[in-house]
């Protein structure tokens, strides 16, 4: 099982490197990035440990070069814990996403759908690395402010299965 995990990162950083060497001239301004903050309800029971929702943080990369055609690849790194006293309780789902706009409006209106796929890094009894997968609606507010509905899965790990919906409100640069 574990070299599924290796592989699933090896793609990830070959399809990373792969945009990357596009020829685009290295630009330092934040731009392709988002970041999101919301909350997330966890849904299977083991996973919520008396908890009836978890904060939820997300870092969003966009890459230069899609991967397919009409929407956007990006990168995801997420946060869900149950707080930030340094305790144990939290995952870390790591994800390649493809998101695709719905047709006939203008930037800054638009309504998207996205899926994909990564690693969880899941910090509980003790630390693991299981598979993911995420995928979810949202909406353009403006330009930059977006809101998003989010389903993330993922394997068991110590007996649990770090699966949630989340809310989120975000800003891309």
Do not use: H, W
């Amino acid at each position: 099982m574990r070299k599924n995990y290796i592989a699933v990162l090896i793609g990830t950083l070959a399809i990373t490197g792969i945009a990357a060497a596009s020829g685009r001239p290295l630009d330092a301004t934040p731009t392709g990035m988002s970041i999101r903050g919301g909350v997330a309800f966890p849904i299977d029971g083991t996973y919520s440990r008396g908890q009836s929702s978890l904060l939820n943080i997300g870092l969003e990369f966009e890459l230069p070069t899609p991967l397919l055609a009409g929407g956007d690849t990006f990168i995801a790194l997420d946060y869900q814990t149950k707080g930030f006293s340094g305790n144990r309780g939290s995952v870390f789902p790591l994800t390649i996403n493809q998101r695709f706009y719905g047709k006939g409006r203008s930037e800054g209106n638009r309504t998207f759908g996205f899926l994909g796929v990564g690693v969880a890094f899941v910090d509980y009894t003790s630390s693991n690395t299981v598979l993911c997968a995420r995928g979810g609606f949202g909406a353009e507010l403006s330009t930059n402010v977006f809101v998003e509905t989010e389903v993330t899965i993922a394997e068991l790990a110590d007996g649990l299965r770090p699966n949630s919906i989340g809310v989120s409100f975000g800003y891309r640069f």
